[in-house]
């Protein structure tokens, strides 16, 4: 198989995407084509998951060797002026379809960023943005940021190109922020089902959120970051949380009775996501306010 065309649906964003991957993996039982067409003919609507899975999708492609073109994104639609400010096609293309094209003040624009360059990233740019696009101080984000670090923490853990696309939105009219952070390791159903061979991709991601459940896998890890993102964002913030990994997708949302932090809505749609894709979603309303202190430069 020399070529396969994959033709983008009308709405963008982790959950259609899993289902267009995973015909597209169903196409290649033979193995992957040597080049992959993206076609945005259809694109209408492109929410910041699918910025963020679409990358990765790019990355896990040329990865496996093999080559991916583009198809019809030059026509111009609000999707693909808000793709082109992203910096998508700057990122693979080499060259913005605009050269007008320019990160929106509302957005932080997709990166792809290493490990040993993560921390300073959430800490110089990301956290003081989310900070002032939240109306917040910047202690009152320090739990979000201590979330972002583990999940980098997690992808240097568990893949071997320790590097994760992120890419995050503000949407003020609804006073609401969405992160997505993605990675193409051996997703988090792999790793869970060394200890616990028997379980679905979706029971297996419901598992490895648990407080007590680690894989262990190396001596840093934990196995606190997905519990402490779910009380954080969830229980606290009133937030969501979806985690695609692999064949398995999992929303994470407030809980609507007493005692439970949040509520468990597993996918029944099949899909497949290359690594793990996880999508935050912060209420800004809901921010707990901290003030911040000066540091004592007392010796």
């Known amino acids: 198989m020399q070529s396969v065309t994959i033709c983008l649906p009308y709405t963008l964003n982790s959950f259609t995407l899993r289902g267009v991957v995973q015909v597209f993996i169903n196409r290649c039982q033979q193995g ?13 609507f492109i929410e910041p998951a699918g910025v963020t899975f679409l990358s990765n999708f790019v990355h896990w492609l040329h990865h496996k060797e093999t080559k991916c073109l583009f198809k019809n994104y030059d026509k111009y639609s609000p999707a693909l002026r808000f793709l082109d400010d992203s910096l998508f096609f700057e990122m693979h293309m080499g060259k913005k379809v605009n050269i007008y094209s320019n990160p929106r003040q509302t957005t932080q624009h997709l990166r792809r960023v290493g490990h040993s360059q993560s921390h300073s990233f959430i800490n110089m740019t990301l ?40 890419f995050a939105q503000n949407f003020p009219k609804k006073r609401e922020v ?13 790793n869970v089902r060394t200890i616990a061979p028997s379980l679905t991709d979706n029971e297996a991601i419901i598992q490895a959120v648990e407080l ?31 985690i695609c990994s692999l064949g398995g997708s999992v929303k994470f949302i407030p809980a609507q009775v007493g005692g439970a932090v949040y509520q468990v809505v597993p996918s029944a749609i099949h899909g497949f996501c290359p690594g793990t894709t996880i999508d935050m979603l912060l209420k800004a309303d809901n921010i707990i306010f901290v003030e911040d202190r000066s540091e004592d430069l007392e010796w």
């Open 178 to 190: 969405k992160i997505s952070i993605a990675d193409f390791g051996c997703g988090i159903p792999h």
């Open 127 to 166: 956290a003081p943005w989310l900070a002032s696009t939240m109306q917040a101080t910047n202690s009152s984000v320090y739990p979000f940021q201590a979330c972002l670090s583990e999940i980098f923490n997690n992808i240097a853990d568990h893949t071997e190109r320790d590097n994760g696309s992120i």
């Open 212 to 242: 007590e459940f680690s894989t262990r896998s190396t001596p840093r890890n934990r196995g606190i970051g997905l519990d402490y993102l779910l009380q954080t964002v969830v229980g606290v913030n009133g937030g969501e949380v979806t």
């Open 32 to 44: 992957l084509p040597s080049e992959v067409i993206i076609d945005f003919v259809y694109l209408g």
